[in-house]
Every structure is written in C-alpha cells, then in structure tokens.
C-alpha cells in the first residue's frame, strides 16, 4: 500500500481564501477590518520569523495587524500592561503573545492576562475548559488544523480509534480533546506509556506530537491508519553544514504501510496560522454579534 499524502498547504491555502473571502462582508457591516495584534518579546530568531510571517498572512487576508516588539528585557508588569490595552482596544479582534517568552515573564500570568474572547491561540484556560466541556470558544491553532485535515482526508471520524502521541497543552490534549467530541475513541500516549508501538498499532488515527525525529516507525502503524504528523525537528543533512526538517514518523516508512499521511514540511506547519486567520474571523465577528460564516 501507499498511503496518499495529505496536502496541508494547499489545504491551508484554500482556508485563507475563504478567510479572505469573508473580510469584506465584516468590513461592509462593521467599518473596519478584523484586527490581529502580535506581542513579541526579544529577540528570538525563530520567533521573529513565525511574527513577520504572521503579520504578513494577515495583511494577505485583508485583515489589521498590529505588531508589538518589545525588548528581551520588558519586565512582566509593562508586559501585563501592553496586553491590558490591547483587551481595551476596540480595533483588535485577536490577541497573540509569542512564546516562548523570556524568563523573568511567567507565561502562564501573560495567558491568563488576555481577554478569552480575543485569545485566538486558544491557550488560555477558559478556552481550555470551553473546549473540554464542548462551549464554544477558541481551540489552539495547531491540533485544530490536524483536526480539519482528518476530516478532510476521512469525512466522518465517528468510532474510530484514535492515539495522539504527546500531551501537551498546546498540541496533545486539545488534540484528545477535539477527537473525543469527534467521537472517536481517544488513547493520550507520552513518555511514560508502556509499549507504545503496540499503542500506536491500534489507531485508525495516529497524532504525532512528540518532538522526537521520526520515532514513529513503519511498523508502529495498523496498515490503512491516517498519520498525522505536527513534529518539526532539525536534522543533520546529507551535506556537512545543512540540516534538514523531519517529523516525528519516520515518513517513507509510514507512506508504505499508511492510508493517508502527512510530510513534513508542507503538512500540519501550514495549518497554523490559516487555522490563526479563521480564529481571527471568527472573533471578530463574535464581538460584532454577527454570524461567522459557514464554511470555516
Ligand atoms: P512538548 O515538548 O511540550 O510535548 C512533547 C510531548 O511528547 C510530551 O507530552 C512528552 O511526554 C511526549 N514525549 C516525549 N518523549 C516521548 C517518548 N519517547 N515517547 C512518547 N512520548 C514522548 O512538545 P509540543 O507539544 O509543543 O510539540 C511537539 C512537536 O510538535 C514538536 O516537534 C514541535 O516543534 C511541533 N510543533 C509544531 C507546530 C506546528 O506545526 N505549527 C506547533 C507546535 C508544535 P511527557 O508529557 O511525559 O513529558
């Protein structure tokens, strides 16, 4: 068997569309474009990447961005109070404080600080008590794009059995989350589960959120599963000096046994900040008391 390759940028891409498709409808009722403010702190070199990118794809959508860059030394009260105006600030919709931040700022108070109907990311704790109790609110950007390629790729997902690898509170557990209101029967594996491969051999859906390059093997894999794989890990090239990036499943291994997989990159990375932008839409029409549009 070859397992088809799932396709997450040209899936992110068409959620963009429609994202961007639905701005000018918001704007002919509300006068203004939904607003997506990004806190960056320091100087981290990944970090000023996912930031520029993000403020780009949201100009791309039609949408505002606001960019704040602080220094690598902002104390958590200017931090707090950057944050609080941003609550107050009627033209901003969503809210993202970049992680990681720097370690005199606790990050838990920063999440815990943002108004939840502006917390697009989905991290905050409210969030995570509307989700695991099935309110509506914001789900982390991340396992709702994993969310949106399985349905995509599987249609209904009802009844099948499905092991997320990785409990984080980003990835993992709202990944569990989201899977169990899909009615799927939901195994949450991590470092201490015993057996893992023949944890991973029961899955008809397979969540890699591990951090670890291709641990996932070819023959952890019940033939016909559906793998999708969040991992980004930096490896050695074949030549002296390049890296290269691969997931968390050793990808040809599980091609060959799959029904459906991811590749890294151009699976889930691309997912993220589409699944952002459609968060974005979507508060801004929540705080318009307007309908969010179908489709998203
Ligand atoms: P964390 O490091 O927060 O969590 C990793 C999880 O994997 C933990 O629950 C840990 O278990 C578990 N784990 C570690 N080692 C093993 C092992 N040997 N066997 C089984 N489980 C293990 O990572 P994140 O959830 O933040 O991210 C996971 C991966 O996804 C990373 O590669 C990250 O770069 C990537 N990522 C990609 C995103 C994207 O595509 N846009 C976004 C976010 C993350 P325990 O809890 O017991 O320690």
Same mark, same amino acid.
């Given at each position: 068997m070859t397992a088809a390759t799932i396709d997450g940028k040209a899936f992110a891409q068409g959620l963009r569309e429609r994202v961007a498709a639905a701005v000018p409808a918001f704007v002919a009722a509300t006068g203004r474009a939904p607003g997506l403010a990004v806190v960056l702190v320091g100087e981290d070199p990944a970090s000023q990447v996912y930031v520029r990118s993000k403020g780009k794809s949201t100009l791309e959508a039609g949408m505002a961005s606001f960019e704040h860059r602080l220094p690598a030394e902002t104390g958590e009260d200017e931090l707090l109070a950057v944050v609080a105006r941003l609550n107050a =600030? +009627? *033209? /901003?919709d969503g809210i993202l404080v970049q $992680? @990681? $931040? @720097? *370690?005199? &700022?606790d990050e838990a108070a920063v999440i815990a600080a943002i108004d939840p109907d502006k917390d /697009? =990311? %989905?991290?905050h704790v409210i969030n995570a008590g509307r989700l695991a109790t099935g309110a509506p609110g914001f789900v982390p950007c991340t396992p709702l794009g994993c969310l949106m390629l399985l349905k995509d790729a599987l249609g209904d997902l009802s009844g099948l059995e499905a092991v997320v690898v990785g409990r984080s509170n980003i990835v993992g557990k709202p990944m569990a989350q989201l899977l169990l209101a899909e009615s799927c029967t939901v195994t949450v594996a991590h470092?201490?589960?015993? =057996?893992l491969p023949a944890v991973v051999r029961r899955a008809d859906i397979v969540v890699a959120a591990v951090?670890? +390059?291709?641990? &996932?093997?070819? =023959?952890w894999l019940k033939p016909g599963a559906a793998v999708i794989d969040v991992g980004i890990n930096r490896v050695p090239g074949s030549e002296p000096g390049k890296t290269r990036l691969v997931g968390d499943v050793a990808f040809a291994e599980a091609a060959a046994v799959a029904g459906h997989v991811t590749p890294? @990159?151009?699976? /889930? %990375? @691309?997912m993220t900040i589409a699944c952002l932008l459609r968060n974005t839409l979507v508060a801004a029409h929540r705080r318009e008391r307007l309908d969010a549009p179908a489709g998203l």
């Open positions: =600030d +009627p *033209a /901003v $992680l @990681p $931040l @720097p *370690a005199q &700022i /697009v =990311d %989905g991290f470092s201490r589960t015993r =057996d951090g670890r +390059p291709e641990m &996932i093997r070819g =023959d890294v @990159p151009g699976g /889930v %990375g @691309p």
